[in-house]
């Protein structure tokens, strides 16, 4: 662990009028079999008593943060900022870690040198039912993630702190859905994306989930976006000028 660091593991969690979520969301990483790690909350301008409901957690782990609503990109960053770990990692609001999710990561990180890790999770459907994420079959992602999507999820994702503080999510509210796939690709062009297979969280689908409630000229203005914006990175083109088609057709596969 570098020396600077205080803490294996900082776990962010963008919150925005999630306060009847997010309790669940939190006993989950408070009750992780791994204890080395920070929980930074960054509420985005809350207006329903968030903080009122976090107020009531007393646990030392937990750190409040609130901002000027700027959209998730926004306060995942605002996070990092803040944070004292070795490795950033994401959680949003309305999700849950079971509880070997940190302890496996940092088995995991361990064995070497890696600055991006992204960990397997599964989703949890509305009756309780589980259903499987894509499974690659490569432990090297970087390819995988351009010619399959966006298969990973924040929750599964671990970011070396000075790796991620270099890239960071664009802010552009209007990006907000796709923020993230963009920074993985940005980052994929830059360091290698390690795999493991192993299931530690769940994608919990419910009515109110953002990518539920898109309309369809947002979605079309945060496609067009996200391809602007890659357009834009001289590195990502210069190692994977080859998959250009691969790149918009799963643009525009998503949008259809």
């Known amino acids: 662990m570098a020396s600077e660091a205080a803490f294996l593991f900082s776990v962010i969690i963008p919150t925005y009028n999630r306060g009847d979520k997010i309790l669940a969301t939190l006993q989950s990483v408070f009750a992780q079999e791994e204890e080395d790690f920070e929980l930074i909350v960054v509420d985005d301008g809350s207006t329903e008593g968030t903080k009122q409901k976090l107020a009531a957690v007393k646990d030392r782990r937990l750190r409040y943060l609130f901002k000027e609503n700027g959209e998730r990109g926004a306060a995942r960053n605002h996070g990092a900022q803040h944070a004292k770990g070795q490795y950033i990692t994401f959680l949003d609001s309305d999700d849950i870690w079971y509880p070997n999710h940190l302890s496996t990561a940092k088995k995991f990180l361990q064995k070497g040198n890696c600055p991006i890790f992204f960990q397997q999770y599964e989703f949890t459907l509305e009756d309780g039912t589980k259903k499987p994420n894509f499974q690659p079959h490569q432990s090297i992602l970087n390819e995988a993630l351009?010619?399959?999507?966006?298969?990973?999820?924040?929750?599964?994702?671990?970011?070396?702190?000075?790796?991620?503080?270099?890239?960071?999510?664009?802010?552009?509210?209007?990006?907000?859905?796709?923020?993230?796939?963009?920074?993985?690709?940005?980052?994929?062009?830059?360091?290698?994306?390690?795999?493991?297979?192993?299931?530690?969280?769940?994608?919990?689908?419910?009515?109110?989930?953002?990518?539920?409630?898109?309309?369809?000229?947002?979605?079309?203005?945060?496609?067009?976006?996200?391809?602007?914006?890659?357009?834009?990175?001289?590195?990502?083109?210069?190692?994977?000028?080859?998959?250009?088609?691969?790149?918009?057709?799963?643009?525009?596969?998503?949008?259809?």
């Open 146 to 256: 351009i010619q399959h999507g966006n298969f990973f999820s924040c929750m599964g994702v671990f970011i070396e702190k000075s790796v991620f503080l270099d890239l960071l999510f664009h802010e552009d509210r209007h990006l907000a859905g796709s923020e993230d796939y963009d920074l993985w690709l940005r980052m994929a062009a830059r360091y290698p994306i390690y795999f493991s297979n192993t299931i530690t969280s769940t994608l919990v689908y419910h009515e109110d989930r953002s990518v539920l409630l898109m309309d369809k000229d947002r979605l079309i203005k945060r496609i067009e976006l996200r391809l602007k914006y890659l357009l834009q990175d001289a590195v990502f083109w210069e190692k994977y000028g080859k998959y250009r088609s691969v790149v918009f057709f799963q643009a525009y596969s998503y949008l259809a």
